[in-house]
């Protein structure tokens, strides 16, 4: 069955644009989770949706949401960008939420660059 | 808050050796799930291997072994017989039951595969 697929894969935006990133989890999957990995700060949790609702939030600011819609398909926005926000943003679905044998299964990223 | 910690940011071994990944993580919960996650360049994060708390017994993928101390909260990770496809970044990743999916991520440690 398809993986995770996050699009675009590549994307430059200047400072001060806003951006959307899509994700698609694995068919039957409901909860689908957001990360940003830099070079500095490493792997961080944005948000995990779960059947369109918002389940858990990172340390980040209000500038970045996101949003789950019925067909488990997440999108994240990130407003205001700043040069900072250059990072990979790494998608991760999963068939529930917080059960025991509940896997994560990764997206290939999204490479956002802010000049 | 749940840390996780990799103190060894670069690691080398000769192919078919073993070597040996740190991980120590700090939490107040005594139930919860670690996880040994490899992100080779094509950037798609891939489980090696997870271990959940309440088991004493020590988790087992082929080639790939950990070595869980819960009193230590010491979670290292083995690999056997290396080869050139191990060579990754690997990062260690803690998750609460009642979080959802949310992991906390260690900073990883390239490993290098030396031929």
């Known amino acids: 069955k398809a993986g995770v697929t996050q699009t675009p894969r590549y994307l430059i935006k200047t400072r001060g644009q806003q951006v959307t990133l899509s994700c698609s989890p694995i068919?039957?999957?409901?909860?689908v989770s957001w990360y940003q990995q830099t070079p500095g700060q490493g792997l961080q949790f944005l948000f995990e949706?779960?059947?369109?609702?918002?389940?858990n939030k990172g340390n980040f600011p209000g500038r970045f949401s996101g949003r789950q819609f019925s067909n488990s398909r997440s999108e994240m926005n990130v407003s205001t960008l700043e040069l900072g926000d250059s990072a990979l943003y790494l998608c991760?679905?999963?068939?529930?939420?917080?059960?025991?044998?509940?896997?994560?299964?990764f997206g290939q990223g999204t490479r956002l660059t802010v000049v | 808050a749940q840390t996780v910690t990799q103190s060894q940011p670069e690691m080398s071994v000769q192919e078919a050796e073993t070597v040996t990944l740190s991980c120590t993580y700090d939490?107040?919960?005594?139930?919860?799930?670690l996880f040994w996650y490899k992100q080779p360049p094509s950037r798609q994060m891939i489980l090696v291997i997870r271990?959940?708390?309440?088991?004493?017994q020590n988790a087992t993928e082929n080639r790939f072994s950990v070595n869980f101390q819960k009193a230590a909260k010491s979670f290292s990770l083995k690999i056997s017989d290396s080869q050139l496809g191990d060579a990754a970044m690997y990062f260690c990743?803690?998750?609460?039951?009642?979080?959802?999916?949310?992991?906390?991520f260690g900073g990883g440690t390239r490993l290098m595969v030396k031929p």
């Open positions: 991760a679905s999963s068939l529930e939420s917080g059960m025991a044998n509940t896997e994560a299964f």
């Open positions: 068919s039957g999957h409901r909860s």
């Open positions: 949706y779960f059947s369109e609702t918002q389940r």
């Open positions: 939490t107040s919960e005594s139930d919860y799930y």
């Open positions: 271990q959940e708390a309440y088991k004493q």
């Open positions: 990743a803690y998750r609460d039951p009642g979080a959802g999916n949310m992991l906390t």
